[in-house]
């Protein structure tokens, strides 16, 4: 369906086919339903674009530009004869101003004296008959002429176009300020954006400009029907296809959304709005209403008969059909907008939390202490301990003392085998209590004090902030403590989660998203809120199942001292719902992977010993390794700790197996070193791991401190055989198949290793860099590798001794 611009009766009536009655329209999902080639966004609002012709000039608006100027008071019936007369015209230059209601000089004297103002121009056009003076643009006001002469016709032309949008803009501006017909001020509104859209002048004022007046008219007028709302934004529709509507006009839209979501206004025309703004917006923080309209077009999206599967493909169109979304802005503003519409759901409880402004409190000017209101009390759900009474949480000032947290053990140490200990059975159906923000607060802050003393063996009151899940974990009454949302609010947490549960679907988008939630960027209260933590379960099992480094590895907290998924999800965390499974596949998975492998195991000993020997006591494989790994690299020094791993490892077959075959290990490289043998060792040409690991198993290589493998075959496994070559200090590996797998983890067991040749090996960056931690490395030759230059820097500043470096053919050289 077309709505032109043109007024009468067929407009009319192409709106009045269009706002029918909302149930018997067909809505998005079923229009998806019933014809495949309907597609999210293309539909009757559609209008044609009445654009100048391609093939006509284009002209920059002008607000200020010098010009010749020429008045002539005159009869209008003398003007041609005036006109030719020479003798009569004195030019005078001015530097001209276009304000919004006049035209000004920068010197007001002679003609310029005064404004001209635009209401008083009655006739603006161009001199084009013979013996006209040249390059000329004539304005008529009552009583005489006013020519403006520019240097050529380019400038002619441009004065005359931005005059016309100046006089017309202010009639249009000034006739809408005051509407007193709706049906002529509709009329009017289409005029306007006709004009906009046909005006040879290319700024970004042209379509902005047309928008703040019907924003401010729509703003100025909120009783208007919810008709005349729709007939007015059908009428701006075209220009929102190229332009973000400005902040008013999205508060409007927002209302509209939320008022009528199953209006075909807010599917037709606010879907090619929305995805333009998710496709080209760089900075939701400069234009916070283009957030808050698309939450609330997203949640009109959801109130469909549909509901999410229309959602779905909304988020579908925006990555489009193919392997990589084209637009790289879209997951950043879809996640933005995701992580606003969830903070909004707890806004009041943070707001009374940290007694800080809410928005609407900023938007009505209430900025004072004294204008706030007291803290809200929240409806929170907590179950009743089985033994008598609860004692009701008390305020600050009333100096209660402390509750005692049940005891736990230091960090370094192991609970007893067996692990596993009954735990105390709840009631089914816990009675609601009211408690406020500030209580609960001092509730965490008084039991996370507690905890840390505990840890520390010291006072409690450090200067780090108190940690989000040991403040849940220490007390079993604020561990089961959860929110019970308002129905909206939580219909709303739930769609943004299920959003987010789409977005790492998508393989090109994993990274970033993984990336963008690394530093849990939720709400402490939504964390603590069962179902959420359930729906966002999938997205860290998705991060954890992908293969790729750069995704698994957001897992992990963003710096030291800062919980991240990985601890949320444990065993004892917060979120953790099965048992450890998710935290036996992160750990897996991470082991792989990551080269800090000492680091890693030694923070696993540290902070979670316990659930790894408890998952390994129920047979989990991937634990089991751990705690031989643990064993094999000495990672705990502790007697008593050592001795619990190797009882967890014997109760199980497997772990019973791998604890021998690492004894057996143990021993063999125990002979090795004792027996000593050869110090220089070079392995033939197109020799293999296999072949390399032959020969290590067969004699004794103790005291072997030179190994040449250039020219083999080599790849980054035979790196396991290297590690048990504890006197090695030169390694030849030029012309290999070595790679940053391997580097890795020569980088952790060989700390003696002085010369390295990596000269035509497929290492990169990411290898290179591990290198940063053998300061016993005197030379190192990266000939021919995909070293940078900031990682060959950076290899120089963290490597004191390095002396002897060749960088040759690499992007360093």
Known sequence: MDFNSGGGGGNELHNN?????????????????????????????????????????????????????????????????????????????????????????????????????????????????????????????????????????????????????????????????????????????????????????????????????????????????????????????????????????????????????????????????????????????????????????????????????????????????????????????????????????????????????????????????????????????????????????????????????????????????????????????????VVNSSEILVELERNNNSANAKRKGGPSGGDSEPNLIDCLLVSPAVNTLSIQLPAQADRVLGCFALILKMLSDYDDWRPALASLLQPIPFPKEALAHAKFTKELKYVIQRFAEDPRQEVHSCLLSVRSGKDGWFQLYSPGGVACDDDGELFASMVHILMGSCYKTKKFLLSLAENKLGPCMLLALRGNQTMVEILCLMLEYNISENKDTQLQIISTLESTQVGLRMYELLCDRQRELKELQRKGGPTRLTLPSKSTDADLARLLSSGSFGNLENLSLAFTNVTSACAEQLIKLPSLKQLNLWSTQFGDAGLRLLSEHLACLQVLNLCETPVTDAGLLALSSMKSLCSLNMNSTKLTADTYEDLKAKLPNLKDVDVRYTEAW
């Not at 931005?162 to 709706?182: A, F, G, H, M």
């Not at 007939?231 to 075209?238: F, L, R």
């Not at 496709?279 to 077009?297: A, W």
């Not at 009333?398 to 960090?411: G, H, I, L, V």
Request: one cysteine or more.
């Open 17 to 433: 086919q269009f706002y029918q009655c909302e149930e018997n329209k067909p809505l998005l999902g079923e229009m998806s339903e019933g014809n495949n080639n309907t597609k999210l966004g293309a539909g009757p609002c559609k209008r044609t674009l009445h654009h100048c012709s391609s093939s006509g000039m284009r002209y920059k608006l002008l607000h200020e530009g010098d010009i010749q100027v020429c008045v002539v008071k005159h009869p209008r019936t003398f003007l041609s004869k005036i006109l030719t007369s020479k003798f009569l015209r004195r030019w005078e230059p001015h530097h001209l101003t276009l304000t919004d209601s006049s035209l000004t000089s920068a010197t007001p004297t002679g003609y310029m004296e005064a404004s001209l103002s635009y209401s008083s121009i009655e006739d603006l056009q161009l001199l084009s008959w013979d013996n006209a003076p040249k390059y000329c643009v004539q304005l008529s006001f009552p009583g005489g002429t006013v020519l403006l002469q520019a240097a050529n016709s380019y400038l002619r032309d441009q004065w005359f176009h931005s005059l016309q949008w100046k006089k017309k803009i202010y009639k249009y501006r000034k006739v809408l300020n005051n509407p007193s017909r709706w049906d002529v001020v509709l009329k009017e509104i289409r005029a306007l954006v006709d004009m906009a859209l046909t005006s040879p002048l290319q700024d970004e004022s042209i379509h902005q400009a047309p928008l703040h007046i019907i924003s401010t008219l729509l703003a100025e007028n909120s009783n208007l029907s919810t008709q005349d709302h729709e007939n007015i934004i059908v009428a701006i529709a075209p220009l929102l296809e190229n332009n973000h509507p400005p902040p008013d006009l999205c508060e409007f839209f927002c209302k509209h959304c939320r008022e009528r979501p199953r209006s075909m206004v807010v599917i037709e025309v606010f879907t090619p709005v929305v995805q333009r703004i998710l496709k080209h917006n760089m900075d939701f923080g400069k234009c916070p209403r283009l957030r808050l309209f698309t939450q609330e077009y997203i949640l009109a999206l959801n109130e469909l008969n549909a509901g999410m599967e229309v959602v779905k493909k909304f988020v579908h169109s925006m990555h489009g059909p193919t392997g990589q979304c084209p637009h790289p802005r879209v997951l950043p503003n879809l996640v933005a907008v995701c992580l606003a519409a969830i903070y909004s759901c707890y806004e009041e409880f943070i707001n009374s939390r940290d007694n800080s402004p809410s928005l609407k409190e900023i938007r009505n000017g209430c900025q004072q202490q004294n204008d706030r209101k007291p803290p809200m009390p929240l409806r929170l759900l907590r179950p009743e301990p089985p033994t008598p009474p609860p004692t009701t949480l008390l305020p600050l000032s009333a100096n209660p003392s402390p509750p005692q947290p049940p005891p736990t053990a230091p960090s370094n140490s192991v609970p007893s085998i067996p692990i596993s200990s009954p735990t105390p059975s709840l009631p089914l159906s816990p009675p609601p209590s």
